[in-house]
């Protein structure tokens, strides 16, 4: 009999874990969208120089990105809900990295400001592909690793991609960077649509067993539902989650457009040392970000796993006040190291709020998680549409101190909107979003 057993066991197929490569490919694929953001920052000083852009001139181009990222969230969303994760992520990825490539052939203020629009148009579909993905390819008490996957990639560009993008400018000069990112775009597109599949039980990758776990609990039947947008519109905690990642991403984008020329201007250091301190915040929250999923997948696997709920409440609330604090900390710094101390406590504490966000995506949206992960990424590239020519109109008018002081205010709307959340309660029932 236990001869019987063992050979069983043995005969018996051995559940896969693919999703986990799949979470390795959407951390690449935000890990190359931030790195092709950040370049232009990290060049911006170079560029000033060679076409003689003033702050206004750059906050504009900058802003031209969002703006066509901002247009394409929703619209994003629905191509993921409706054409899946797999075919509108690969396009996606295409369309941004051949407009990566071409920034190196702008001449002007208006081709820059043309070219990154167009960028900003083609990565627009991606994150709602990746939240479609955390939604399909993780069993319900992993969405907190799986969207980490997704904000440890945007985190972690922003802290190789200023060193990578100063050694490329010495070496190839500030056009080059963007060729050289282009072409890896490319490579990763061709991954995403090999690797990837709109559903695991597609993916011959993936044994019977693993997509079992996957979809337990789960109705297989509804997932390529459009959302109903009129009932989601009367929804007050919908706007607040959109309301609120705009001021977060508008933080985040501040750091990402501007701490680059900050560090340049206000300390006067060289490109390689810009380099290694624009690093070093997101460097922290790259880290809060993993452990703040990390954290929420513990509460979510424990005996009361509605905890993780009121956490995520929580943890968003400290996380935006410790940033503004930190930000009002680092606008009295007279030193470069002091400076770079609060910045980074301030953006690593913003991870909380990302991830509280991302993780709260899942849990509001069901099904329809592609059309509300573009709803909150409109209201976050609405935050950082303004965040570039913003900052530039402030800091020309009251300086680098004071444009951080002015930011730090901005949290209290945060708070106030995590209070109306309720990120436990689902936007639309399923018995009555599948109705409609």
Same mark, same amino acid.
């Given at each position: 009999m236990e001869l019987e057993r063992t050979l069983d066991s043995a005969a018996a197929p051995a559940r896969t874990n693919y999703r986990w490569k799949v979470a390795t490919l959407i951390f690449l694929v935000s890990f190359v969208a931030y790195m092709d953001r950040v370049n232009l920052s990290v060049a911006t000083p170079v560029i000033m120089q060679e076409f003689g852009f003033t702050k206004i001139d750059m906050g504009f181009i900058q802003t031209c990105f969002f703006a066509g990222y901002a247009l394409m969230q929703v619209p994003g969303g629905i191509l993921a809900d409706r054409f899946g994760l797999r075919k509108t992520g690969t396009f996606a990825i295409l369309w941004w990295s051949l407009f990566t490539a071409l920034t190196a052939f702008a001449q002007g203020k208006f081709s820059f400001a043309a070219i990154r629009m167009a960028f900003g148009l083609g990565e627009g579909p991606v994150f709602p592909s990746l939240g479609a993905a955390c939604y399909k390819w993780f069993h319900h008490d992993e969405k907190g690793k799986a969207s980490s996957a997704i904000l440890g990639g945007t985190f972690f560009g922003p802290v190789v991609g200023p060193v990578v993008t100063v050694a490329l400018m010495a070496w190839l000069g500030w056009q080059g960077v963007f060729i050289v990112f282009g072409l890896i775009g490319a490579v990763v597109a061709w991954s995403w649509h090999k690797y990837t599949r709109d559903n695991p039980q597609d993916c011959p990758y993936v044994s019977a067993e693993e997509a079992e776990y996957i979809n337990e609990a789960r109705d297989a039947n509804a997932q390529k539902a459009v959302a109903p947008w009129k009932r989601l519109l009367r929804n007050h905690r919908f706007w607040a +989650?959109?309301?609120? /990642? !705009? %001021?977060?991403? @508008?933080?985040?984008?501040?750091?990402? $457009?501007?701490?680059?020329m900050f560090l340049t201007e206000a300390y006067g250091?060289?490109?390689?040392?810009?380099?290694?301190?624009?690093?070093?915040?997101?460097?922290?929250?790259?880290?809060?970000?993993?452990?703040?999923?990390?954290?929420?997948?513990?509460?979510?696997?424990?005996?009361?796993?509605?905890?993780?709920?009121?956490?995520?409440?929580?943890?968003?609330?400290?996380?935006?006040?410790?940033?503004?604090?930190?930000?009002?900390?680092?606008?009295?710094?007279?030193?470069?190291?002091?400076?770079?101390?609060?910045?980074?406590?301030?953006?690593?504490?913003?991870?909380?709020?990302?991830?509280?966000?991302?993780?709260?995506?899942?849990?509001?949206?069901?099904?329809?998680?592609?059309?509300?992960?573009?709803?909150?990424?409109?209201?976050?590239?609405?935050?950082?549409?303004?965040?570039? +020519?913003?900052?530039? /109109? !402030? %800091?020309?008018? @009251?300086?680098?101190?004071?444009?951080? $002081?002015?930011?730090?205010?901005?949290?209290?709307?945060?708070?106030?909107?995590?209070?109306?959340?309720?990120?436990?309660?689902?936007?639309?029932?399923?018995?009555?979003?599948?109705?409609?």
């Open positions: +989650i959109g309301l609120q /990642f !705009l %001021v977060v991403d @508008y933080i985040m984008y501040v750091f990402l $457009a501007w701490l680059p250091l060289n490109l390689k040392s810009m380099g290694f301190w624009t690093s070093v915040p997101w460097i922290a929250l790259t880290f809060m970000v993993f452990f703040a999923g990390w954290f929420s997948d513990r509460l979510a696997m424990g005996k009361n796993s509605e905890r993780q709920y009121t956490m995520r409440t929580a943890t968003a609330i400290a996380g935006i006040s410790v940033t503004s604090i930190g930000l009002y900390a680092a606008s009295q710094m007279a030193s470069v190291e002091a400076a770079i101390f609060w910045m980074t406590v301030a953006l690593g504490s913003l991870g909380f709020c990302m991830s509280a966000t991302w993780s709260s995506v899942m849990s509001l949206g069901g099904r329809f998680s592609g059309s509300v992960s573009g709803w909150i990424n409109l209201w976050g590239n609405i935050g950082g549409v303004l965040a570039p +020519i913003v900052t530039a /109109f !402030l %800091v020309e008018a @009251y300086g680098w101190n004071d444009m951080f $002081a002015i930011t730090a205010l901005f949290g209290t709307l945060v708070v106030v909107c995590w209070l109306v959340v309720k990120p436990g309660k689902q936007l639309l029932p399923e018995e009555v979003s599948a109705n409609k």
